[in-house]
């Protein structure tokens, strides 16, 4: 797929790109869906065939199909079965869409003994390979059918339409996840989450997933922990299962409480070590700013404003200095309780009736503080928020300072309670 190239012509206002990857798998797609095609043609039932490939099929039942055969007898058919035409292969035309509609014209037929009912009018794709008919079948079953029924299903219908997406547009999985948004009217979020649990859960989780033994929205809360984790979490949750369902279901809760901790100490993890590489770039540019004022001045370009200037620069790396000290000892801190945290789940599934209300209150309290020092942290660790603070006079970083060192005395805290709550 060519990347998209723009020469000085292009640039300005309302400048079309050479190639667009995504329109050109739109292109792609269309024409393996053929949503532009007008060939309808009145086909035999014994010309059409089942589509094998359709897991789909077993949730109709005798009861739907004579229902809507009635409908179909008082109001005809509303919506055109589409087939891919197999007949130089085959000499059948298989089924992408429509297969109820098909069963019930069928139904008619058997039923009533009228010609009418032996020819059915569908809009035929012709040239279409493997994973086009797998496109097709896909989109048209997650519009009409949803899969809501059946999660796993749903789920693992939604992850290879995206895989097929990507294979025949040649796309990014963001991209492929837009496309199948428009395609099948399901949401970009869940579309995500389902394949993120398809991709990043443990196997052994998502084998209990699959069976319906744990529920889909724990099953994305451990799809998004390390691996390492993932791993405790599926020893724990098969020595439970061994035990029996509703052994499994209490560890399960009980894993599902932890991993949030774990989640919400990860999350601060992650933000203070963006803060901290934010701040080693103040320092790197601080320090180019100190290196080009010392050699100005070894030119003899030195003066007094020079020198004052180079004392603000060498106060300013003072303060970041100081203040990735403090990034750093509130991650080792974080780091600290997590392992703790993520060493406790080996302890649930051995001991599973460990609990108590008292467990609980504490973890509620610790997962109260931590909010509220998350939501003071995202105030001031931006870059905006740091540059603002270096412009400030010795008062105002004084004053920033205290309230800095306020916050680490509020995190220790919560750290300590965590400890509290886990040994």
Same mark, same amino acid.
């Given at each position: 797929?060519? /990347? ?16 667009? *990857? ?9 024409? %393996? ?10 086909? *035999? ?7 094998? #490939?359709?897991?789909? %099929?077993?949730?109709?039942?005798? #009861? ?34 429509? #297969? ?5 014209? %069928? ?8 010609? !009418?009912? =032996? ?42 339409? $995206? ?9 990014? #999985? ?30 052994? $989780? ?16 451990? =799809? ?21 369902? =509703? ?12 991993? !949030? ?35 100005? =001045? ?16 060498? !106060? ?18 974080? /780091? ?15 001991? *599973? ?71």
């Amino acid at each position: 797929m060519a /990347k998209i190239k723009l020469t000085d012509m292009d640039m300005g206002l309302g400048s079309i790109p050479q190639s667009d *990857p995504l329109h050109d798998a739109k292109t792609l797609i269309n024409r %393996s869906l053929g949503t532009d095609s007008d060939d309808y043609r009145s086909i *035999p039932l014994q010309m059409i065939e089942l589509n094998p #490939e359709n897991d789909y %099929s077993t949730e109709d039942t005798d #009861e739907e199909i004579e229902e809507l055969a009635r409908d179909i007898e008082r109001n005809g058919l509303l919506h055109n079965i589409v087939v891919s035409d197999r007949t130089r292969e085959t000499g059948k035309f298989v089924i992408l869409s429509g #297969e109820r509609r098909y069963k019930a014209v %069928s139904w008619l037929y058997r039923e009533r003994q009228e010609n !009418k009912y =032996a020819v059915i009018l569908c809009k035929v794709l012709t040239g279409l390979d493997a994973l086009d008919e797998m496109l097709v079948l896909d989109a048209a079953n997650l519009q009409t059918r949803g899969g809501m029924q059946d999660e796993r299903r749903f789920r693992k219908a939604t992850y290879r339409f $995206i895989e097929n997406l990507r294979k025949k547009g040649g796309v990014n #999985e963001r991209d492929a996840v837009v496309l199948a948004e428009k395609y099948t009217g399901v949401s970009d979020k869940l579309l995500e989450k389902n394949v993120m649990v398809e991709t990043r859960l443990h196997p052994d $989780i998502l084998a209990l997933l699959d069976r319906d033994l744990i529920p889909k929205n724990q099953a994305v809360q451990y =799809a998004r922990l390390p691996e390492d984790v993932q791993m405790i979490l599926a020893q724990n949750l098969a020595s439970a299962y061994e035990i029996g369902a =509703a052994e499994l279901r209490d560890v399960n809760d009980k894993l599902f409480v932890a991993t !949030k901790t774990i989640a919400e100490l990860n999350a601060q993890v992650e933000q203070r070590m963006r803060g901290m590489r934010e701040v080693d770039e103040e320092i790197a540019e601080a320090q180019l700013s100190l290196s080009a004022l010392r050699a100005m =001045a070894e030119a003899g370009e030195a003066s007094e404003e020079m020198e004052q200037q180079m004392e603000v620069v060498r !106060k300013t790396l003072g303060d970041l200095e100081q203040q990735k000290r403090m990034y750093a000892n509130t991650i080792s801190n974080a /780091k600290a309780a997590l392992k703790k945290s993520e060493d406790k789940l080996s302890e649930i599934g051995v001991s *599973p009736k460990t609990g108590s209300a008292v467990t609980d209150d504490i973890a509620a309290m610790i997962n109260k503080g931590l909010k509220k020092a998350e939501s003071s942290v995202t105030g001031i660790t931006s870059k905006t928020s740091v540059n603002r603070m270096l412009k400030m006079d010795d008062a105002g970083k004084r004053v920033t300072l205290e309230r800095m060192r306020a916050l680490r005395q509020a995190l220790d805290s919560v750290i300590r309670l965590l400890e509290r709550g886990i040994t």
